[in-house]
């Protein structure tokens, strides 16, 4: 009987490790690995010692996302895009040390192999499409880096500020990102030329992105924001603005060209674009600028370095068009500067206007 009740007790010894070497499937998975498969319905945080994957195609967040400095967040294959909505918002502050990421799954350089598939598989732009503020005006993303995305069949942004949403987006990184030209609209990898005045872009680093960034003519663009790295530019390398001027509105960049989209930018009545020195306005094709009072309301528009003219114009500010050597700038590119529009005072005929319309036709 003893012998019998000692092999017992080993018999359930040995089951006892059987099962724990071979428990719950989610024993075995990395607890620092979190697969997010529904939207964000109520406040949430997401902690900076941990990776999101994102599995659900249509991820809404309708309240308050945290992330936490050193988070990394990536998109599977097939999850696309998030969006927010109803009190959607993103508070993304991570610091120089510790940024937030949001890249793809294929990604091993951020967060290791999560999927899996050792050396099966490497990122590429457009593994994943956007973040979408969809009309919001209060999210934040700061020591933030983006790569990979613009998923989409056509030109497609990596953030998303339409139907007037607002951000404010500080000492970020975009790499590796989509968004470009489809017909004569123009897509940046932050797409913010829709985005409410109070949107706000510094420090940031743009390279190897399609296109890098688009504006509404009313957001202000200081001289913080860079546009290359170790040699590597964008494709489209310029800050590509459409819609009028109507604030009281400064750019400053003077290492790569504004360039106008739209067929005729205004200033509008009681509102002004002040200029830096040595700032490039280049002008898409039949596009214009109307300055609806005097040309005061173009500050700076005669300072040092200050020059008007084409989007074919490589010699000031580099390949904007990106098309290397295949355009050169001619007359009439685009059609000029009219000031008093209301009044058709007419054309300006400044010496840094370069390669517009001499004869355009009159208002």
């Known amino acids: 009987m003893k012998n019998y009740f000692y092999i017992l ?17 989610d024993d075995n998975k990395d607890k620092n690995v979190i697969e997010i498969n529904e939207d964000i319905k109520s406040a949430t945080v997401w902690s900076g010692d941990k990776t999101y994957i994102i599995k659900k195609y ?7 996302l945290t992330i936490e400095a050193g988070a990394i967040i990536k998109f599977s294959s097939q999850a696309k895009n998030l969006t927010l909505s109803n009190n959607g918002q993103i508070l993304a502050n991570g610091t120089a040390s510790q940024p937030i990421v949001f890249t793809s799954i294929k990604d091993d350089s951020k967060g ?21 503020l969809n009309g919001t005006k209060s999210s934040v993303f700061n020591y933030c880096e983006f790569y990979y995305g613009g998923f989409g069949t056509g030109a497609s942004p990596t953030l998303d500020l339409n139907a007037e949403s607002a951000a404010k987006i500080k000492n970020c990184t975009f790499a590796h990102n989509g968004g470009g030209i489809s017909g004569k609209y123009y897509i940046g990898t932050i797409h913010a030329d829709n985005a409410y005045s109070e949107t706000v872009i510094q420090n940031n680093l743009f390279y190897d992105n399609i296109l890098p960034l688009t504006i509404t003519g009313d957001i202000s663009i200081d001289n913080s924001n860079t546009f290359s790295k170790d040699g590597t530019a964008n494709k489209y390398n310029g800050i590509f603005v459409s819609r009028d001027v109507a604030n009281n509105t400064t750019w400053l960049e003077d290492e790569v060209a504004f360039v106008v989209t739209s067929n005729s930018m205004q200033i509008k009545l009681n509102a002004s674009l002040t200029l830096g020195n040595n700032v490039v306005l280049k002008f898409s094709e039949a596009s214009q600028l109307d300055i609806l009072q005097t040309e005061s309301s173009l500050v700076n528009y005669n300072g040092n370095g200050v020059y008007f003219t084409s989007l074919k114009d490589d010699e000031l500010k580099g390949d904007t068009n990106g098309d290397e050597n295949a355009s050169t700038p001619q007359t009439a590119d685009w059609i000029g500067i009219h000031i008093n529009g209301w009044k058709s005072t007419g054309y300006a005929t400044w010496p840094n206007i370069r390669y517009n319309d001499p004869n355009p036709a009159v208002k």
């Open 58 to 64: 249509d991820f809404y967040v309708e309240d308050v």
């Open 112 to 132: 290791g192999d999560t999927n899996k598939d050792g050396d099966g598989s490497s990122p590429a732009t457009g593994d994943w499409a956007k973040i979408d």
């Open 9 to 25: 007790l080993i018999a359930i010894a040995v089951l006892g490790i059987f099962f724990t070497a071979c428990g719950p499937e």
